[in-house]
Structure formats: structure tokens, C-alpha cells
């Protein structure tokens, strides 16, 4: 399969602890994006890479939130410090380039209890 | 602002019928859409795009029309199987405004077919 992967695919975790999510993009893809989605919404941006660069930065993304993708390849997400508003569907996608298409992994839940 | 919403949050059809999705956005500097499709638990699944220099665009039994007067974006999906029963989002890409290529989504419409 040479889609977007995201590992794990269900995290549960209590209030106060760390997760880290992974994604691995499709390769060769340059960017990298990742969205967050809670029950009945659409997704909403997070921050995306160019390569290994992170570019953007949502103002939802505080600062318990951190991004890296240190080889230019998979990313990973991590959230310190879980509150339960951090419950949602997190989304990963990625695209060639700035106006191709994003492709989106199966994302991650994180329920945060 | 900026915003890309629905219509209608749910619609139900008869199998074998003609759907139609309609999406609005506000920001008339969107110069490209795309349509997503999410089944449940699943992440979107890209459908078909469009960019603002068209006003049509066809793929395999999907539709997407794009207004640009009324900036408004419709997807038909023609003969509605129950496989294509999910929650269908508009997504709007500004790359022209340097922002990164972020997608702004639309709330969904939830399509649900009837046998």
C-alpha cells in the first residue's frame, strides 16, 4: 500500500499524559499536513511541512503541541500535558506540491480521558 | 471571513438516483476546490477538483460545477450506489495567498441511499 500511513490508528490516554502520533507520507511527496477533526466538523489545519521545514502553524496548535519531521520524510505529532478537549481525529495528508492534491491517511483517535 | 459551508448537513436517496452536494464559500480569491468523501472512522477520501479557470469537471459518475458568480460549488454523483453512502466535504485550497496550501473544510453533508 503506498498511501499516507498513520500509526497508532486509536490512542487512549489519561488527562496529563504525553502521546506522540507518526505519520509516513506517500513517498516523494514534499509536503506534509496535519488536521484535526472532531465529531460532525471537517477538518481543520494544524501545521504542514516543505521537506523538513515546518512552514505554518495553526493558532490551534498551542504551545503543548509539537511538530517535527526531521529527515524530510515521516512526521510525527506530539501533545504533552493531554487536556480532554484534545478528544478528536487527528489527520494527517500529504501533497507533491503547494496547489496538488492532498492525500489523507486514516488518521489517528486520540481519546483523552 | 473565511468559510466554506453546506447546504444541507444530510441527504437521503432513492439507489439509482442522481445526487446533488452543493457547497458555498465566501472568499472570491479561492482558486481551488476540491470534494472529499469520509466514511465513518475513515480519513477523507479525495473525489474530484477543480481549479476557479473551470466551471465543470467530470470524473467517473461525479460532477463538480463551479459558479464563481454566486461562489458556489455543487457535486453530482450520478446513479447513487449505497457504497456512496458517507459524509461529502468541499474543501477550499488558496495557495495564491500564500497560505500554505491549507485546505479549509466545509461542515459535510451527510449522503445516506436507500436500497
Known amino acids: 500500500d503506498t498511501g499516507v500511513s498513520q500509526d497508532p490508528r486509536h490512542k487512549i490516554t489519561k488527562r496529563g499524559q504525553n502521546v506522540t502520533f507518526r505519520c509516513d507520507p506517500i513517498?516523494?511527496?514534499?509536503?506534509l499536513y496535519w488536521y484535526r477533526q472532531t465529531l460532525g466538523q471537517g477538518p481543520e489545519f494544524l501545521t504542514y511541512f516543505q521537506n523538513e521545514a515546518q512552514l505554518e502553524k495553526s493558532r490551534l496548535l498551542s504551545d503543548r503541541f509539537s511538530a517535527e519531521r526531521p529527515k524530510g520524510s515521516f512526521s510525527t505529532l506530539e501533545i504533552q500535558r493531554t487536556e480532554q478537549g484534545d478528544s478528536a481525529m487527528y489527520l494527517c495528508?500529504?501533497?507533491?506540491?503547494?496547489?496538488?492534491?492532498?492525500?489523507f491517511g486514516p488518521g489517528t483517535r486520540l481519546t483523552v480521558l | 471571513g473565511e468559510s466554506v459551508g453546506l447546504h444541507l448537513p444530510t441527504l437521503s436517496v432513492q439507489e439509482g438516483d442522481n445526487s446533488i452536494i452543493n457547497c458555498a464559500y465566501s472568499n472570491s480569491a479561492s482558486d481551488y476546490f476540491i470534494w472529499y468523501k469520509q466514511e465513518s472512522g475513515k480519513g477523507p477520501q479525495f473525489i474530484i477538483d477543480i481549479r476557479s479557470n473551470m466551471d465543470k469537471r467530470q470524473g467517473q459518475r461525479v460532477t463538480v460545477l463551479l459558479n464563481k458568480t454566486v461562489k458556489h460549488l455543487s457535486l453530482q454523483i450520478a446513479a447513487t450506489q449505497p457504497g456512496d453512502s458517507a459524509v461529502y466535504f468541499c474543501?477550499?485550497?488558496?495557495?495564491?495567498?500564500?497560505?500554505?496550501?491549507?485546505?479549509?473544510f466545509g461542515q459535510g453533508t451527510e449522503l445516506s441511499v436507500k436500497p
Open positions: 495528508a500529504s501533497s507533491f506540491g503547494l496547489a496538488d492534491t492532498q492525500y
Open positions: 474543501a477550499e485550497n488558496r495557495p495564491a495567498e500564500n497560505q500554505g496550501g491549507k485546505l479549509i
Open positions: 513517498s516523494e511527496h514534499n509536503r
